[in-house]
């Protein structure tokens, strides 16, 4: 398809609206065509170079102190962090070991799917029969020589019970839950302080 050529007037009229332009890129001296007749760039003065940036390096006004890798804290600091619901005086002698498990249950050697329903029916149980401070011993879990690319922490059913502790249908009658003190297991057990039955 051949173009046609542009008649007088509309020559005239390209040329009224090429003086109102300006170019976005300039034209390269090597590769500049004829065509039709542009408004010619104005010239800008010649403006100082701007001074030289002084080094910068990513970081350097940071006020982090040191990077942390560890994206969730320990779970002893997690169970510790928590605000105390139960009367406080009660709490301090909780976890000096002072006060007397009314109920224990032992989870060792249970996977998952046996330890949730077993947890579930002892504290409903418990909570019914109006106890007050129960034992959950899951073990501090065993520590593989090769856990792979990604790493895991140690001791499933330590850092599921906290969790299933805290959802329902036990979060309803759990008021407490606190790391045990060494005579009644340690980091491999907790207390579950269980709230009055109404």
Sequence with gaps: MSRRKLRPDELDLWNKVAK???????????????????????????????????????????????????????????????????????YDRLKRGKLKPEGRIDLHGMTLDQAKPALQSFIMKSHARERRLVLVITGKGRQSPDDGPIPQRPGVLRHAVPQWLRSPPLSQMVLQIAEAHLRHGGGGAYYVYLRRKR
């Design 20 to 90: 109102t332009t300006e170019r976005m890129h300039p034209p390269k001296p090597s590769k500049v065509k004829q065509g039709l007749p542009f408004r010619d760039d104005k010239k800008k003065p010649d403006q100082p170079r701007p001074e030289p940036m002084e080094r910068f390096e990513i970081g350097q006004k940071s006020k982090a102190s040191g990077a942390r890798h560890d994206v969730l804290p320990g779970l002893p600091e997690q169970i510790a962090a928590a605000p105390v619901q139960m009367d406080r005086k009660a």
